[in-house]
């Protein structure tokens, strides 16, 4: 069995996560830009990006383990208006950085007006950031961050509505709308969005919970992350989900359209991820 974790933040975890992963079969991941645990200065954010691009690759590399990243100023440090500003004028020049998927992950924290102007600013980007034909002419691909807890419902509709705003210049099939739960699962893939499952049992979901989701939702446009950051997470909830997937009588198919050939038919919308779905049948063939 062979994974990808569409959502896990690495600059947080050890270089024996990264080996722990390469032996439990996880081939790439995908980290979004995130909070540091501390408010960054534009210059900080400069260095956190050159992080991602430069350094996290090289980390991964050594266990063989493909290594992506995406772009923006979280939402939890988007009340400074001033300081956003700074940060979005230099973020067009990371999204041409070869492991770059694009913007993310952006979104809402306490769904406030600042929050709501820095991540219409961030969609801007993603449409204007079409590389000339290397896309076909698509917006950069969108990873979106809900809130936590009891904002979450309100904070998903609220970005449904932002993104409506944007008409046809927004594709649903190149966003990803993360952190997805019971009450907002429907909201998300309704609309024609990717829905991102995260196992992060402390503030969003339990294994049981995401396979009960999978069993209710469908697999279709459906990912699952561990999300595994500098708090209370564990890189290997995205196995325990698999886990429990398989207990429940799950077969490899479904398996692995969920936790590897979900996300890289996803990712593989932008050129520079170059894993691809695995055929099941065909490999069960050629052993």
């Known amino acids: ?30 980290e979004p830009a ?43 440090e ?16 990371f999204l041409a950085c070869p492991n770059v998927l694009g913007v993310g992950e952006i979104g809402l924290n306490k769904n406030t007006p600042n929050e709501a102007k820095v991540f219409q600013q961030h969609v801007q980007l993603a449409i204007e950031a079409t590389h000339g034909t290397r896309n076909g002419g698509k917006h950069a691909l969108i990873l979106i961050h809900t809130p936590h807890l009891e904002d979450k ?12 705003d944007f008409g046809s210049a927004i594709d649903p099939a190149r966003v990803l709308i993360d952190h997805v739960e019971e009450h907002t699962i429907s909201l998300v893939k309704d609309a024609g969005y990717w829905a ?11 294994p049981a919970r995401a396979v ?17 950051d500098w708090g ?14 398989q207990r429940r009588g799950h077969k490899l198919p479904e398996l692995l359209k969920v936790f590897h050939n979900n996300p890289a038919e996803f ?13 099941v049948l065909q490999r069960t063939h050629q052993q």
């Not at 210059?43 to 063989?64: K, V």
């Not at 009960?212 to 595994?228: F, H, K, S, T, W």
């Not at 209370?232 to 997937?245: I, K, W, Y």
């Open 1 to 30: 069995m062979f994974f990808i974790d569409p959502h896990i933040h690495m600059v947080s975890r050890t270089t024996a996560d990264y080996e722990m992963l390469a032996l439990s079969g996880v081939v790439a991941v995908s």
């Open 34 to 76: 995130f909070w540091a645990g501390f408010d960054r200065s534009p210059a900080g954010f400069m260095d956190y990006f050159r992080q991602l691009t430069e350094c996290e690759p090289r980390r991964a590399a050594q266990f063989g383990i493909e290594h992506y990243c995406w772009i923006c100023l979280n939402p939890k």
């Open 78 to 93: 988007a009340e400074d208006l001033g300081k956003a500003r700074e940060v979005l004028a230099e973020i067009p020049s």
């Open 153 to 164: 419902l309100k904070g998903t509709r609220m970005i449904l509505d932002m993104l409506r």
């Open 196 to 206: 991102g499952m995260t196992i992060y049992p402390i503030s969003k979901a339990t």
């Open 212 to 228: 009960d989701m999978i069993e209710l939702y469908g697999a279709e446009r459906l990912c699952v992350n561990a999300a595994a």
């Open 232 to 245: 209370v997470s564990d890189p290997l909830n995205t196995h325990r989900t698999m886990l429990e997937a």
């Open 267 to 279: 990712f593989g919308q932008n050129p520079n991820f170059k894993i691809k779905p695995i055929d």
